[in-house]
């Protein structure tokens, strides 16, 4: 009988640490947080713009979670972005976002080309916690528009 109760007990610890790496969802899976952000090199040339950010799943590029905000041209970080629950255990993922900066033209609120509309994507390794990036402007544009409009 002891042999039967520490086994249930373990398998309860188990299960108990389990949950406490991360916050489960109604599906079962363990999810984590993630935290993304601009840091201050975006103020100056995007300071005021709006700025859409988009977590794909690399297996299939379907999309986890989106949201946008406006780009500070005086607070460090420039933006950030909280996604409580969003990534699954395991899973590689994508932070694909764009600046809708319509520099030479474009169209306000839609992703336009590179050139035009800033856009980048970071790819990441599958989380085992949560997950805080900060990102810096850069010049090293992709092209994430698929994921947009």
């Given at each position: 009988m002891k042999r039967i109760s520490f086994g249930i007990a373990l398998f309860a610890g188990v299960l108990l640490?389990?949950?406490?790496?991360?916050d489960d969802d109604?599906?079962?899976l363990v999810t984590y947080?993630?935290?993304f952000s601009g840091d201050a090199s975006f103020q100056g040339p995007h300071g005021g713009q709006n700025v859409y950010v988009a977590i794909v799943r690399d297996s299939d590029d379907f999309i986890l979670a989106?949201?946008?905000g406006v780009v500070s041209?005086?607070?460090d970080p420039s933006f950030s972005f909280t996604f409580p629950n969003t990534l699954p255990a395991g899973v590689a993922y994508d932070v694909d976002y764009f600046i809708d900066s319509n520099f030479g033209g474009g169209t306000v609120g839609a992703c336009d080309p590179p050139a035009t509309d800033h856009q980048?994507?970071?790819s990441q390794l599958p989380a085992t916690g949560d997950v805080t990036i900060t990102e810096s402007h850069n010049a090293?544009?992709?092209?994430v528009c698929a994921n947009f409009n």
């Open positions: 640490a389990a949950g406490a790496c991360g109604p599906t079962g947080q993630l935290t989106e949201q946008s041209a005086t607070a980048w994507s970071e090293n544009f992709g092209d």
